[in-house]
T-cell receptor, first 114, second 115 residues
């Protein structure tokens, strides 16, 4: 996992509650990403960060927000969870901005919204 | 915008048989192409990548892929499947410029290997 830790690993919550997922990395990677994985859809980008306090939206950003106050931490928040946000969430990171560099992935967070 | 299509959500082979996982991409600019593998309850790991240096790319665990611009394809192959190859495989595309290295993934192909 190249020093990428996601917490929690599993979470069950109720519709309408706020949820925050945490991604912590120890390799001083500049670029960080949040993806969600759903059957038949592969991985889809939610938000990404290209530096501390620099973030932008991905293709499925509605209902999600992110924050990055330190290089090592990238938080994903579901302001009011819905059942459609039940998914496996992956954090990824890399050091440089070159598009041919590989991503390092965390082990994922399984989120169930009831 | 770029996109990736993986043909076949499930592929089943016998141990020792050829593995062929198909990937087609769409991109208006020269792409970078990747194959990642995901074992159960784990994150994704890079198998190999194409970055325009050579059209035939060799990766880990005996896998290779060939970039064919005329066919917009980047199929993954392995001559002889092993039980440990059972996993889900993702093809992904990225482009240069100011994309910040964002990857667009295909839908994934689950590979099953039978004894």
């Amino acid at each position: 996992d190249a020093g990428i830790t996601q917490s929690p690993r599993h979470k069950v919550t109720e519709t309408g509650t706020p949820v925050t997922l945490r991604c912590h990395q120890t390799e001083n990677h500049r670029y960080m990403y949040w993806y969600r994985q759903d059957p038949g859809h592969g991985l889809r980008l939610i938000h990404y960060s290209y530096g501390v306090k620099d973030t932008d939206k991905g293709e499925v950003s509605d209902g999600y927000s992110v924050s990055r106050s330190k290089t090592e931490d990238f938080l994903l928040t579901l302001e009011s969870a819905t059942s459609s946000q039940t998914s496996v969430y992956f954090c990824a990171a890399k050091g440089g901005g070159s598009s041919n560099e590989k991503l390092f992935f965390g082990s994922g967070t399984q989120l169930s919204v009831l | 915008a770029q996109s990736v299509t993986q043909l076949g959500s499930h592929v089943s082979v016998s141990e020792g048989a050829l593995v062929l996982l198909r990937c087609n991409y769409s991109s208006s600019v020269p792409p970078y192409l990747f194959w990642y593998v995901q074992y159960p309850n784990q994150g994704l790991q890079l198998l190999l990548k194409y970055t325009s240096a050579a059209t035939l790319v060799k990766g880990i665990n005996g896998f290779e892929a060939e970039f064919k611009k005329s066919e917009t394809s980047f199929h993954l192959t392995k001559p002889s499947a092993h039980m440990s190859d059972a996993a889900e495989y993702f093809c992904a595309v990225s482009v240069g410029g100011t994309s910040y290295g964002k990857l667009t993934f295909g839908q994934g192909t689950i590979l099953t290997v039978h004894p």
